[in-house]
């Protein structure tokens, strides 16, 4: 059973910036697929970013919704990925959770909210 803590989350101002962080508790260098999904109030769980194996190569997934504002990074000394989140907007608002898939498993993090508002 892989552990995930998420840390990070907070009020932040329109325009601002916050970084998430998602500590493992086995290696990342192990996992077909780690990254980050959030959920807002009302609405269904979506993809924000992840990393995911094709091959022997990690592509990068984002939605238009995000990219250009937030970026994926990963440490796999620490087994944390981060997330680098600007230019925040209101409707970016929403539990943010930390997500690794291993050999058809799928781990998800408590999650850490994320408020935007001014």
């Known amino acids: 059973q892989v552990q995930l803590v998420e840390s990070g989350g907070g009020l932040v101002q329109p325009g601002g910036s916050l970084r998430l962080s998602c500590a493992a508790s086995e290696t990342i260098f192990s996992m077909n697929a780690m990254g980050w999904y959030r959920q807002a109030p009302g609405k269904e769980r979506e993809l924000v970013a992840r990393f995911r194996r094709v091959g022997s190569t990690m592509d990068l997934d984002y939605p238009d919704s995000v990219k250009g504002r937030f970026t994926i990074s990963r440490d796999n000394a620490k087994n944390t990925v981060h997330l680098q989140m600007n230019n925040l907007k209101p409707e970016d608002t929403a539990v943010y959770y930390c997500?690794?898939?291993?050999?058809?498993?799928?781990?998800w993090g408590k999650g850490t909210l994320v408020t935007v508002s001014s």
């Open positions: 997500n690794a898939g291993r050999n058809g498993a799928s781990y």
